[in-house]
């Protein structure tokens, strides 16, 4: 297929300058609500690593709500290896809340993003009676879904200067 053909099926939007502020804002927002939970929350925190951690507190509460399903995995998986799966989640959210951030590989950081979000929706009881379908994990996920579905960092991110690197135009 010759190139002329393919950029006329390539439909171009024209967004306006409040709309493209508007993603750009969610998706800094998103970085940085992720970038809290990863570095102040757990990272600085002292008490979130080891066995008699935050992080085994949090696990060990799942427990008693996770599906019979999501439950094996914690206790079989998770709680033998809770520091591993500590710092898992704890550089897991740091590396999403810097790739939303700064919009560099924006939607593969979105992506991990909704990984760990789902783990913690599943872990609160989700898919069950009372799985809180309208809260924190629901917002967080609506939030960095945004951002796996649309190209939020061509919109004042790095991707958007990696965009134009690989199609050879100068960068301002």
Known sequence: MCEESEQAMIVNVQLSRLTV??????????GLYWLDKGVRQKMLDPTW???????????HDMLAKAPG??????QDVVVPNISTFGHLVEWGETLVGISLLLGLFSRWGAIGGLFLVTNYFLGNGGGGLHDGWFGIDTATFV???WNAILPTGR???LDDL???RRKGQSLP
């Open 49 to 59: 690593i080891g066995p008699n951690g935050d992080c085994a507190f949090v696990v």
């Open 143 to 145: 939030m960095t879904l």
């Open 21 to 30: 502020v508007g993603i750009a804002l969610v998706r800094i927002y998103a």
């Open 155 to 157: 919109f004042f991110g």
């Open 69 to 74: 399903f999501y439950r094996a995995f914690l």
């Open 162 to 164: 990696l965009q134009k």
